[in-house]
């Protein structure tokens, strides 16, 4: 069974940073697009960045410029480097595989002034 397991997640103020990781298991990372998503209540599900298979990366305009996604193949890890963060960025961050819909748990990232 393909899963996704975020972690990382957690409470900080305005203009600090977070790094969010995505272990994925039963199916090799190095084959696949990843992404990361992001959903608050009473609104849909958003890409936040994606990275290919050969590495070209594309980020939301909200994000582009603080947030980088990067892959290790070889530990089956996908990590989202979120700096500058700003209160519009609180919502539950899922990681995402292009591959049957897998998306992990989510989990919470709550910025703060």
């Known amino acids: 069974q393909v899963q996704l397991v975020e972690s990382g997640g957690g409470n900080v103020q305005a203009g600090e940073s977070l790094k969010l990781s995505c272990r994925v298991s039963?199916?090799?990372?190095?084959?696949?697009?990843a992404g990361w998503y992001r959903q608050v209540p009473g609104k849909e599900r958003e890409v936040v960045a994606d990275i290919r298979v050969d590495g070209i990366t594309t980020y939301a305009e909200s994000v582009k410029g603080r947030f980088v996604i990067s892959r290790d193949n070889a530990e089956d890890m996908l990590y989202l480097h979120m700096n500058n963060l700003k209160p519009e960025d609180t919502a539950v961050y899922y990681c995402?595989?292009?591959?049957?819909?897998?998306w992990g748990r989510g989990i919470q990232v709550t910025v703060t002034e």
């Open positions: 995402r595989l292009y591959w049957g819909g897998s």
């Open positions: 039963g199916i090799p990372l190095s084959r696949y697009k």
